[in-house]
């Protein structure tokens, strides 16, 4: 029974490149999170994604980010331009129906992202 | 102010000390998420409880909804529960609203 996996683990980006973090849920789950966590800082809701469907994007900057999760493959968090700024690690939860807040979510290992 | 404030940040003990970490929040919620962050970075969820008193092994997690306030306990510490412990709460959406986190050392 694989877990939510999350790759790749590390990611180094220039300013100014794009990078992709692809999160695979866990078997059976159709609901997936994702969550940054600054540096010294605590998690913060991102996006949560349904297959095919964005449910809430409310924690997405408004610029450079975007998530989907396609009927096929894994979900992807994509952050064009990136800037020094979005250095962090990147988490992806997974849940198996929608009600994620009243059921465990079950995490990833997370992406941690380096911009030089 | 946070929504959900934990306290203490940094907590240090002695092999088989019992460990209290708090958690208070401000809103309204639907449930209440201890997690446990390993130093390798990995996140596991421990509890999920909207009411009462939960046991797994030596944790033990207690929640009163009237205070707005939860409390993770272990009992008998060890070194191996050495990690960063993070309290979440999930309201009427399904995002879930994360404390900073406690960070706790045990040694031998």
């Known amino acids: 029974n694989a877990g939510v996996m999350q790759n790749p683990r590390h990611l180094v980006r220039r300013r100014g490149q794009e990078a992709r973090l692809r999160c695979s849920p866990m078997?059976?789950?159709?609901?997936v999170y994702w969550y940054r966590q600054l540096p010294e800082e605590g998690l913060k809701f991102m996006v949560y994604?349904?297959?095919?469907?964005?449910?809430?994007e409310s924690g997405m900057p408004k610029e450079r980010f975007s998530a989907e999760f396609p009927k096929e493959g894994p979900s992807i968090l994509r952050i064009q331009q990136v800037v020094r700024g979005d250095s962090a690690a990147y988490f992806c939860?997974?849940?198996?129906?929608?009600?994620?807040?009243?059921?465990?979510?079950?995490f990833g290992d997370g992406t941690r992202l380096s911009i030089l | 102010k946070n929504e959900v404030e934990q306290s203490p940040q940094n907590l240090t003990a002695q092999e088989g000390e019992f460990i209290t970490i708090n958690c208070s929040y401000s809103?309204?919620?639907?449930?209440l998420h201890w997690l446990q962050q390993h130093p390798g970075g990995g996140i596991v969820s421990l509890f999920m409880?909207?009411?009462g008193k939960k046991k797994h092994g030596r944790l033990i997690a207690t929640i009163n909804i009237q205070e707005k306030h939860s409390s993770l306990h272990i009992t008998a510490s060890h070194p191996r529960d050495s990690a960063v412990y993070i309290c979440?709460?999930?309201?009427?959406?399904?995002?879930?609203?994360f404390g900073t986190g406690t960070r706790l050392q045990v040694f031998p």
């Open positions: 979440a709460v999930g309201g009427n959406t399904d995002k879930l609203i």
């Open positions: 409880l909207s009411s």
């Open positions: 939860a997974s849940s198996p129906r929608q009600g994620g807040n009243l059921l465990p979510q079950h």
């Open positions: 809103v309204g919620i639907s449930a």
């Open positions: 078997k059976g789950h159709s609901h």
């Open positions: 994604l349904q297959k095919e469907n964005i449910i809430d």
